[in-house]
T-cell receptor, first 114, second 116 residues
Framework: GENVEQHPSTLSVQEGDSAVIKCTYSDSASNYFPWYKQELGKRPQLIIDIRSNVGEKKDQRIAVTLNKTAKHFSLHITETQPEDSAVYFCAASNAHQGAQKLVFGQGTRLTINP | GAVVSQHPSWVICKSGTSVKIECRSLDFQATTMFWYRQFPKQSLMLMATSNEGSKATYEQGVEKDKFLINHASLTLSTLTVTSAHPEDSSFYIC????????????FGPGTRLTVL
């Protein structure tokens, strides 16, 4: 089955700097890669996703890149703000598996220092 | 749109009792619902997948007789933790997917279960 590895587990950056979180996946059939932001005790919130027919997607300060050959994808947050502090999870799913289960990475605790 | 609710938001129970958690899709019909468990400072681990009108599919290592899942309608799935023990204390989160062709899952707010 699919296995998703996420790095780093913790990341601390100065406000205004950029943050990058990386994930690798094992199943070459995976074709949907969402990123979630989760605040303590809250539900995961989808912040951006990418499908395997594109290599990059951007939404304001957030961007995701996908390298299908290397089976890795990354989240880029620019001009970080204190409210970006949270735990971020990547995930992968395979549309060809009936249920399209999401397999999550281990999470990255991002801290933005003012 | 695409709102998923869970009830209760938190529950405290005694060891040996059973607890039922409801997951509802409020403004769409969910062909598939997923149940996750999240321990403190850990990732979301899928417990089971449920499709309306059929038996749930459990992930390896998840006891189906302990975690009963019922997906009786296109808007409601329930998870019952039977004979709960302290090690079952966790954050339980459901998600719902609208349509077989849909990728995105919409998450409920979670239920914090504490077993004394």
């Amino acid at each position: 089955g699919e296995n998703v590895e996420q790095h780093p587990s913790t990341l601390s950056v100065q406000e205004g700097d950029s943050a990058v979180i990386k994930c690798t996946y094992s199943d070459s059939a995976s074709n949907y890669f969402p990123w979630y932001k989760q605040e303590l005790g809250k539900r995961p919130q989808l912040i951006i996703d990418i499908r395997s027919n594109v290599g990059e997607k951007k939404d304001q300060r957030i961007a995701v890149t996908l390298n299908k050959t290397a089976k890795h994808f990354s989240l880029h947050i620019t001009e970080t703000q204190p409210e970006d502090s949270a735990v971020y999870f990547c995930a992968a799913s395979n549309a060809h598996q009936g249920a399209q289960k999401l397999v999550f990475g281990q999470g990255t605790r991002l801290t933005i220092n003012p | 749109g695409a709102v998923v609710s869970q009830h209760p938001s938190w529950v405290i129970c005694k060891s040996g009792t059973s607890v039922k958690i409801e997951c509802r899709s409020l403004d769409f019909q969910a062909t598939t619902m997923f149940w996750y468990r999240q321990f403190p400072k850990q990732s979301l681990m899928l417990m089971a997948t449920s499709n309306e009108g059929s038996k749930a599919t459990y992930e390896q290592g998840v006891e189906k007789d302990k975690f009963l899942i019922n997906h009786a309608s296109l808007t409601l799935s329930t998870l019952t933790v039977t004979s709960a023990h302290p090690e079952d204390s966790s954050f339980y989160i459901c998600s719902a997917r609208a349509g077989l062709a849909a990728n995105e899952q919409f998450f409920g707010p979670g239920t914090r279960l504490t077993v004394l």
